[in-house]
C-alpha cells in the first residue's frame, strides 16, 4: 500500500522515538528483572501515543486505525514489549468503554487511559475459560444499587500495576455459554480485590502479567459497561482492533528479525565469505522478506477497511493468523542464520525469538482464528 504523507511523518516520528527511547540498556533491564518501567510509560504519554486512536473529545489524538498499527509495528520492531505499552489503552483497555460505554463513563474513564494518567488492563480469561471464553464463571449478582463481584481471572496483562479493569462476569447463570455474561469497569483499590505473583513469562518481560482475585467485590450499577447480560458479545464485535493490534506487532518482530539476520549475513564469514552468499541463507532472507511483505499489505488494508466500516470480521483472524505465525516462522529463521550466536542474549534474535511466540497465543489462539475463519467461509 502507498502511505500518504500524513502516514509516513507518524511512521517516521515511532521509527526515531524506538530507535532513540528504547536503549539496549532498558530493553536487557525489562527482560531480566520484568518490571514495568514508569519512566517509558510516562514519556509515551507525553508523547500522546497512549491516545493515538482514542478520539481528541475523550483526551485523544485522533488517529486512523493504519497509524496505531504503525505505530505497533515500528516500536514491536525494536522492541516487541514496549509495543503493548500504549497498545492497551488504544485496543482492548479503551475500547470496550469506547464501544459500549456511556456518554458518562467515557468522559470519567477514557481522559485518563488517552494521557496515560491511569492504566486499564483487560480481564476475560479465567483458569478454567480460555478460548472458551464463554465458560467464565466469575459471578457479579445484583444487590441494590451495587452488583457484587466474585472470581478469579488469570493471564491478565498490567493486572498488577493497572487501576481499572474490564472485567466480564456471569450475571444470569441460567443462560448458557457467551450468553448472560456482562461487562463492569473495577475499580482495583476496592476492598475484596487482590493480585496473584506476576507470572514468570518466556518472553515480553517488562509487562507484568498476573491473576486478579474478585472477592465480594461491590461495584455500582454505574460500572456496569454495555447491557445487561449481553456484554460478551456486544464486546466481541468490537474486539477486532486487538488482533490488528497484535498483527502489527509480530509484524514489527519479525520485521526487526530480518533486518538483524540481514546484518550478520553480510557481516559473518565462514569458508572465506559472509554468509549471505550461500544460495540456502539468501533463499531464507527471501522467504523471510516475501511473507513479512504479504503479512505488511494485509494488514494496512485491513485497518483502512476497518475505517472504512467494512465487515472485516474474518479479515482480521486472517491477519492475525497468518502473521502472528509468520512472524515466528522470520524469528526461527533469523535465530537459524545467526547459528550459535543467535542463541546467546547478546544477540537481540534471541529476545525477540522468544516474545514473538505469545503473538500466536494471545487475543485468541492461531486454532482460534481459523475456527473464526472457517465459519465465515461455511455459515
Ligand atoms: C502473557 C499472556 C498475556 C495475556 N493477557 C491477557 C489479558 O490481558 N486478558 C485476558 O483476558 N487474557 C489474557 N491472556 C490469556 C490468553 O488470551 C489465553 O491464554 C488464550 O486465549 C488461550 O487460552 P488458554 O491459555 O486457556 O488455552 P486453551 O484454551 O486451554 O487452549 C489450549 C490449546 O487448545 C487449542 N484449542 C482450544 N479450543 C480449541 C478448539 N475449539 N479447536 C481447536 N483448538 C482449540 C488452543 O488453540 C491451544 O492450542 C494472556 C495470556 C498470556 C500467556
Redesign the pocket.
Known sequence: MILDEEHVMMQKVFRDFAESEFTPELQERLDTTGEFDWDMHKEMAKYGFMGARIPEEYGGQGGDTLTYVLMMEEFARVCPVLAIYPNTPNS?GGGPIMACGTEEQKKKYIPLIATGKKKL?????EPGA???AGGTTTKAVADGDDFIINGR?T????APVSDYAVVYAKTDPTQKGSKGISMFIVDLKLPGVSFGKPEK?MG?NGYP?SDIVFDDVRVSKNDLLGPLHNGFSTAMKTLGIGRLGVSAQALGIAQGCLEAAVKHAKEREQFGRPLAKFQAISFMLADMATEITLARELIYNTAVEFDAGKDVAAKLSMCKYFTTEMSNRVAYKAVQIHGGYGYIKDYPVERMYRDAR?TT????????QQ?VIARSLLK
Open positions: 482492548l488492563c483487560f480481564a476475560l480469561t480460555g478460548s472458551d481471572k493471564f491478565i496483562s498490567g513469562k515480553i502479567t505469545i497465543l494471545y487475543e485468541g489462539t492461531s486454532q482460534i475456527l
